[in-house]
C-alpha cells in the first residue's frame, strides 16, 4: 500500500486576487472613472492636468496598497461593519436588556 499523500494541483489563477495594474480591481476602476471625468468633462487645462497627476498618484497609492495586502479594501469595508460590543447572550430569545458600560 502507498503511503504517500494524493496531491491535487491548484491552478494559480484559482487562488490570486483580482488585481489590474497591480492594483485592486474596484479602486483603479474608481480612479481611473474620477480621473477620466476630469479630463474630459472639466475642459480646462488645470482639470486635465489635475486629473492625470490623480491617475498617476492614485495608480501608485493603490500598488502600494496592493502590496501589502491585496484585498485590503474588502477587510477594511468588513471591518466597519463590526460593532464595537456584543452583548452576551444565554440563547438566540433571550431578552435583550439595556447594557451600561463602564468607562
Known sequence: MDNELRRV???AAL???DLL??????????VSLISTLLIIVAM??????FGV????????ALRAMAKV???LS???LRHTRYRKYYPAHGTIF???LPHKRKK
Do not use: Q
Open 9 to 11: 494541483p491548484i491552478h
Open 69 to 71: 495586502d491585496p484585498m
Open 74 to 76: 474588502a477587510v477594511y
Open 94 to 96: 433571550a431578552s435583550r
Open 15 to 17: 487562488n490570486r486576487p
Open 53 to 60: 497627476l490623480l491617475w498617476f498618484g492614485g495608480i501608485a
Open 44 to 49: 480646462s487645462w488645470f482639470a486635465a492636468w
Open 21 to 30: 495594474f497591480g492594483c485592486e480591481r474596484r479602486l483603479f476602476l474608481l
